[in-house]
Each structure stands twice: as C-alpha cells, then as structure tokens.
Nanobody, 125 residues
Framework: QVQLVESGGGLVQAGGSLRLSCTASGRTFSRYTMGWFRQAPGKEREFVATISTSGGRTIYTDSVKGRFTISRDNAKNTVYLQMNSLKPEDTAVYYC??????????????????WGQGTQVTVSS
C-alpha cells in the first residue's frame, strides 16, 4: 500500500503563491502517473493537474493554466504543485493522487488508486 503525504497548504492573500508537496512511500513512485485534485466546500472534487511518469508531459484544468505548475522529482518520491496568482476561488482542500498503472492523461479521479489526506489552501480576498 502506497502512502501519500501532502504538505504546504495554508492561508494566503489573493495574488500570492504557495507550493504544495506530496511525498510517496515505497520504491515504485517513478512508475506512477501523479495528479492533483481539489475540493471546495459544497462542491465535488475536481481535477487540477496531472504529470506523466517521467515528468515530461502535463495537463491542467483551464482555470489554473498559466498560474499553476505541476512537477516531480522521482529521486525524492515527490510531486509538487506550484500555485501562483492565487484567487479566492482556488480555496479548497488539495489532494494528490497516484495512478499505479502509469496511464497518462487521466483527469477522472476514478483512475487514481492512491490518495493523500489532503491539505487546506485558503485564499483571502
């Protein structure tokens, strides 16, 4: 069983930045496609970004394009989400997730096998 642990959330003013980290246990991290999702109060969980096993390919939801960057360091078993120009509507609990089959391009949460506990991001106006 793979464990994912997120960190880096917090309270920030609109226009500010945060970097989320997610570290995985085990020795097979490099085989996993990784994704970030978020869930705002009263809303369903939504896709934010995903990155291929090598880190060479990424996909973003339209609302974060140009502001968020997903990256990974396979040597550190860690995936990152750099969030710039944050907006109040980015407020949510952010989750990282791993697809153990390594399939690239999945934006539906059903394709991901392992999930972190979530980290709260709050953006004040």
């Amino acid at each position: 069983q793979v464990q994912l642990v997120e960190s880096g959330g917090g309270l920030v003013q609109a226009g500010g930045s945060l970097r989320l980290s997610c570290t995985a246990s085990g020795r097979t991290f490099s085989r996993y496609t990784m994704g970030w999702f978020r869930q705002a109060p009263g809303k369903e969980r939504e896709f934010v970004a995903t990155i291929s096993t090598s880190g060479g390919r990424t996909i973003y939801t339209d609302s974060v394009k140009g502001r968020f960057t997903i990256s990974r360091d396979n040597a550190k078993n860690t995936v990152y989400l750099q969030m710039n120009s944050l907006k109040p509507e980015d407020t949510a609990v952010y989750y990282c997730a791993a697809d153990r089959e390594g399939h690239y391009g999945n934006v539906e949460d059903a394709y991901y096998d392992y999930w972190g506990q979530g980290t709260q991001v709050t953006v004040s106006s």
